[in-house]
């Protein structure tokens, strides 16, 4: 790899000197300055330019846009950033590599694709929370309404029952109403009674609810028991539609990027709104991987620079601390961006398809992604070692409520 000099200075006057636009990107390319103050870069990007100077022939110097951005669209048809120098022909071509559109396309010329990127939502990992009404998970709302209206429908039939026997047997209960009741949620709750009814009408209610009772809570402390032994958890964004429609978590965009620009043009739907409500802009995931893992804020962002910074927060810290969401919430190619009509696209095309068809691109791209395989894995992965996960306050309150409204009950009955 040539020196940091040789990124700026002109070695060898038979070959054509050339100005390229580079702007950071911590996945592809990093900025630095020597002490003479000449920029250089290094990253993949610093070797996959030095095998186009080399075989192309030409020297160059970099140069860093003003305003430190890749390329936005301006109201009066002027584009910004790199993007700009390339429509003012102030470089040759910009090392990118950019997310190719067709709103780029009017204002530069594309090389053919260095790589297929997709993108997503980096948030900080979720981890497993106590939860008061953890235990009512193992069933549904819908299945909860259906118990309790199979509750008051077998204690109001038991009831009847109880009070209908007494007539015409001349039996007398003692307030029936309070007994079935009793009777209908200690058989629920798989609780023990010495009260015990006399009449054959009111012991078939009783055996009907019983079994009914004992498969209810056969299934429930069955679940219940599986989501204790494997917890699962809970994920507040997995995808575009739930980082709108949640507030905990603010999200920002990466500032003149492809994917900023995407959201700008959505005539509409869920990626208007994620336009609308973003709160800023970060210069990309790797920059902002710190605030991101810390639950600052969500970011939009492509794959590879999310597995760039869980590689970093697992060697830093050795835990994970991000989670990228399962939606992809699209997939674009990346490429180098020249001027209009620029001799040495073509030229590059060439030399970009054969390190690609080597497979060299993605070898470079891969000695920044260590020990990343288990921060990919879903956050319930993180516990799935633990033999028993131990139960914390929280989720004792609502089981412990539960139980002293029963036992209120119990002390409330006939004797």
Same mark, same amino acid.
């Given at each position: ?200 009408? #009111?012991?078939? &209610?009783?055996? /009907?609810?019983? !079994? +009914?009772?004992?498969?209810?809570? *056969? =299934? ?104 990228? #969401?399962?939606? &992809?919430?699209? /997939?674009?190619? !990346? +490429?180098?961006?020249?001027?209009? *009509? =620029? ?73």
């Amino acid at each position: 790899m040539n020196s940091p000099e040789a990124a700026t200075t002109v070695t060898n006057s038979s070959k054509d000197f050339i100005k390229i636009a580079v702007e950071e990107w911590g996945t592809w390319v990093r900025l630095h300055r020597d002490d003479n103050e000449k920029l250089y870069i290094t990253g993949p990007m610093r070797n996959f330019l030095d095998i186009l100077s080399d075989k192309l022939n030409f020297d160059y110097v970099l140069s860093q846009p003003a305003d430190h951005v890749w390329g936005m669209l301006l109201s009066n048809g002027s584009w910004t950033g790199m993007l700009g120098m390339l429509q003012r022909e102030e470089a040759e071509f910009a090392l990118g590599p950019f997310g190719v559109s067709a709103s780029r396309a009017t204002v530069c010329d594309f090389s053919v694709s260095v790589k297929t990127e997709s993108t997503g939502i980096m948030i900080v990992r979720p981890t497993l929370q106590s939860d008061v009404t953890g235990f009512l998970k193992p069933f549904d709302l819908t299945v909860w309404i259906l118990i309790i209206a199979s509750l008051a429908a077998v204690f109001a039939t038991f009831a009847v029952v109880m009070w209908g026997e007494g007539r015409i047997f001349h039996r007398e209960h003692k307030n029936p109403v309070a007994t079935s009741a009793l009777w209908v949620v200690k058989a629920l709750t798989q609780e023990c009674t010495h009260r015990l009814p006399k009449t054959d009408g #009111s012991r078939v &209610v009783v055996a /009907t609810w019983l !079994l +009914a009772s004992l498969v209810f809570m *056969s =299934s429930y402390s069955s679940i219940l028991t599986a989501k204790l032994t494997v917890p699962k958890v809970d994920i507040p964004i997995n995808s575009m539609q739930d980082l709108v429609t949640q507030n905990e978590i603010p999200w920002r965009l990466e500032s003149g990027s492809f994917l900023l620009q995407y959201f700008k043009e959505a005539p509409g739907g869920v990626r208007k709104l994620i336009f609308d409500g973003h709160t800023g802009n970060v210069p990309d995931c790797w920059a902002a991987r710190e605030p991101i893992s810390a639950g600052e804020f969500a970011v939009i962002c492509d794959h590879t620079s999310m597995k760039n910074a869980m590689s970093w927060d697992f060697s830093t810290t050795g835990a994970c601390h991000l989670y990228r #969401s399962k939606e &992809v919430i699209n /997939t674009f190619n !990346l +490429a180098v961006a020249f001027r209009a *009509s =620029s001799k040495y696209r073509e030229q590059s095309d060439y030399w970009i398809l054969k390190m690609k068809e080597s497979g060299i691109i993605e070898q470079w791209l891969n000695q920044g992604v260590v020990n990343t395989s288990h921060c990919l894995k879903p956050p319930s992965a993180d516990f799935s070692s633990q033999k028993v996960t131990p139960l914390g306050f929280k989720s004792f309150v609502g089981p412990m409520l539960a139980l002293a409204a029963v036992g209120s009950l119990d002390q409330d009955s006939p004797a």
